[in-house]
């Protein structure tokens, strides 16, 4: 019995764009539009412009807020777990429109716009039960309409009214994470350094 053959990975194509590779039922269109639109809400927070001492290009507000905002709902618990996501999660090279910011800027941002994350993280867990996306409803978005996710593990209503108290306190627990995250592996990254060092020994005659 014959099998299904893979894609040639040699084959040459004619290039595909981004957006051909995202549904448009991904609820990663609903962070790309809700963060647009909190951005022009509240313009203050987009005013910041990163800390590069050499003046190069920042990454805008927009980009690493989208960042977060899907590491959020994805549980995704560190900064360099969210750099190695911009580089092989679909979804990420999608949202992000390609961009690949580093650990220390993912980090950086974090510890500078903490109040704009949870600000936004929040009013968007908000939105999905205000628009009634998680109720089963259509939502249409841009022109696309996005259906709720309904298995077993999706969020449904009855699920959220009950931890909508517990919102603020669950982003501060997962804030908190991810500082502890990056402590330990900033540790772990420092020490495999040290090990990999040569270790400098006295020549016998000086013994």
């Known amino acids: 019995m014959g099998y299904i053959q893979p894609f040639d990975r040699n084959q040459l194509t004619l290039p595909e764009s981004l957006d051909s590779y995202i549904s448009c039922e991904n609820p990663v269109r609903l962070i790309d539009v809700f963060v647009d639109q909190f951005i022009k809400l509240h313009p203050d927070f987009s005013s910041y412009k990163g800390n590069s001492p050499t003046g190069r ?34 979804e990420l090279i999608w949202l992000l429109g390609n961009l690949h910011p580093d650990h220390k800027t993912i980090a950086d941002f974090r510890s500078k716009q903490t109040s704009g994350i949870h600000e936004c993280c929040l009013d968007f867990r908000r939105f999905l039960v ?4 998680i109720s089963g409803k259509l939502v249409a978005v841009d022109g696309s309409k996005i259906k709720a996710n309904t298995n077993r593990d999706g969020l449904t209503l009855d699920g959220i ?21 990056d402590l330990v592996e900033t540790a772990q990254e420092q020490l495999s350094e040290l090990s990999d060092e040569p270790v400098w020994r006295a020549p016998y005659w000086r013994r």
């Not at 980009?63 to 549980?75: F, I, M, P, R």
């Not at 205000?130 to 996306?133: D, E, F, I, L, V």
């Not at 009214?161 to 995250?181: G, M, S």
């Open 161 to 181: 009214n009950r931890q909508l108290a517990l919102l603020d306190t669950r982003l501060e627990k997962y804030l908190h994470q991810l500082n502890e995250n």
């Open 130 to 133: 205000s628009s009634g996306y």
């Open 57 to 90: 290009s920042a990454y805008s507000f927009g980009t690493l807020l989208k960042l977060y905002v899907y590491g959020y709902l994805n549980s995704i618990s560190s900064s360099r777990k969210l750099e190695r996501e911009t580089l092989r999660n679909m």
